[in-house]
């Protein structure tokens, strides 16, 4: 149980006064706006990624590093810096999430070279992670159960709003000056975050001192992981068979069957596999990495095919994305709202159903394709969206301990981004063999028009292919939600343990 002090609110108000309702909404206003920070991030870096081929004159595999990088520290230190935050403190770990993500992000818009920009975008990824691993243990801390879908749901707006803001943003960035503002305008929302984590929350968990990081496990999950992201990222450039990915695939086992052994034995392990006993926390979390795994590489592909196949200038490929996050911003706390009502089973199933239908509508575009079915389909991946992702995070959250509070987020978080790095190969692995390497090159950069019409009908046919294995992939995942628990989201579970 949370000590009597965890109620009061932080540095901006006395020791007295209206308690924690005033504060589980100051942590919802910090929490949200770093949400936002990550969201226009993620949005435009990959709108971005054809300019900046062009102007740091790199090639494809560094550009795609440019968002793979970041991706793979994230995932790397997600389970570590979430072990850290139980326990030395979760405030600590997110305000420090600021401060290092900002950097990055103005040391990213000062790269010189593409390597450089790489370099800066994995620093980034280090603070993304300290947000990431604390985000959601934050408001699950902050929310009674009975509320917490609707705060998660609140939280999801955020994120909508930013993939709202970030291509318009993006595109109309990229139509007048130079990607480098792209990275400049996490500034003055970096800062404002860090001061008002800073000023606004404060520790409500007692800090356990007596336990230690298990930086052995911490090490081998960080080898293990390493590996397998090098291995899905290289393998079409270096080839299943090279030596390299042989030599990453038995890294990658080892490292993996180490962390496994010496976990299971540890009595505070960085990653507690107890966690997976409970059935919601488990079939939930898979579903959560398969909706990953099935969605992540479709943003992707559609900026693939409305600047390369399309020919779409940058604030036309926003423009005909946008309806999505729209439609998602509107969705995300409907969802939340009924799982605080009625569990998350049936919100998070809708949910992953519209988006398996989704996927298969965008299969059928063809380089002569109309508007209406693009728009069609990403109207439904928005409203399916929305539906499944407050009551899924909501489900995980609240059937994890208390004091693994931070363990759990950052596993849910690992596990998700793990389903994106595979998606993204995935994605990347079906280009690829639908054209030459140099031939997609010039696809991505929008200039293969001169190419002729069988290259953009060998993408196509490509495109289809992978979005039909993510309609049978996220239709395995409605599944797994529809078999967590029927109200899911509406259980204390175990946190108070």
Not at 214 to 236: E, M, N
Request: aromatic fraction near 10%; glycine fraction near 12%; proline fraction near 4%.
């Amino acid at each position: 149980m949370a000590p009597k002090a965890s109620w009061s609110k932080g540095r901006l108000a006395g020791a007295e006064g209206r308690g924690r309702i005033d504060y589980k909404w100051m942590v919802l206003s910090v929490t949200t706006l770093g949400a936002l920070l990550a969201a226009i991030d993620s949005s435009i870096v990959i709108l971005a990624l054809p300019s900046i081929m062009v102007d740091l004159r790199t090639n494809l595999v560094t550009a795609i590093w440019v968002l793979i990088g970041y991706i793979l520290m994230n995932t790397v230190f997600l389970i570590t810096f979430g072990r850290l935050a139980d326990l030395f403190g979760r405030v600590r770990m997110y305000n420090l999430g600021f401060l290092v993500f900002t950097g990055g992000s103005v040391l990213c818009a000062f790269a010189r070279t593409g390597p450089e920009l790489v370099a800066f975008r994995l620093l980034q990824g280090v603070g993304g992670a300290m947000l990431m691993a604390n985000g959601m243990a934050l408001i699950t801390e902050a929310f009674p159960f009975q509320e917490r879908g609707r705060a998660m749901g609140i939280n999801a707006i955020t994120w909508a709003l930013g993939n709202i803001v970030g291509p318009v943003l993006g595109g109309l960035i990229l139509s007048v000056t130079s990607w480098r503002y792209i990275f400049l305008i996490n500034l003055p929302v970096g800062l404002a975050g860090t001061l008002w984590g800073y000023l606004a929350l404060h520790e409500m968990e007692k800090q356990r001192l007596k336990e230690k990081l298990d930086v052995p496990g911490a090490v081998l999950f960080s080898l293990a992981i390493t590996a397998l992201l090098l291995v899905l990222t290289q393998s079409i450039g270096w080839g299943w068979l090279s030596p390299a990915i042989l030599g990453l695939l038995a890294l990658f086992l080892a490292a993996g069957a180490a962390f496994w052994f010496w976990e299971k034995g540890n009595a505070q392990p960085v990653l507690d596999l107890k966690l997976f006993q409970s059935r919601v926390f488990s079939l939930s979390t898979f579903a959560a990495v398969l909706q990953s795994l099935a969605m992540f590489s479709v943003l992707f592909l559609m900026v693939f095919y409305l600047q390369g196949v399309k020919g779409e200038s940058p604030i036309r490929a926003a423009l005909a994305i946008l309806p999505m996050p729209v439609v998602q911003s509107v969705m995300g706390p409907l969802g939340g709202y009924i799982s605080d009502l009625r569990g998350a089973r049936w919100p998070a199933t809708a949910g992953l159903v519209l988006q398996g239908l989704a996927t298969f509508v965008l299969s059928q575009l063809a380089p002569r394709s109309g508007y209406d079915l693009f728009l069609t389909g990403i109207i439904l991946m928005g409203l399916g969206g929305g539906l499944f992702w407050s009551p899924n995070t909501s489900a995980v959250m609240g059937s994890a301990p208390r004091l693994r509070l931070g363990v759990a987020s950052a596993t849910l978080a690992t596990l998700r981004q793990c389903g994106m790095v595979v998606s993204f190969a995935l994605a990347l692995a079906v280009a690829a063999a639908s054209m030459p390497f140099a031939v997609m090159a010039r696809v991505f950069l929008g200039t293969a028009g001169s190419l002729g019409g069988s290259v953009m009908a060998a993408f196509a046919q490509g495109m289809d292919q992978a979005l039909r294995v993510s309609t049978v992939i996220v239709f395995v995942a409605a599944l797994f939600t529809w078999q967590a628990n029927d109200r899911a989201g509406n259980r204390p579970g175990r946190e108070d343990t």
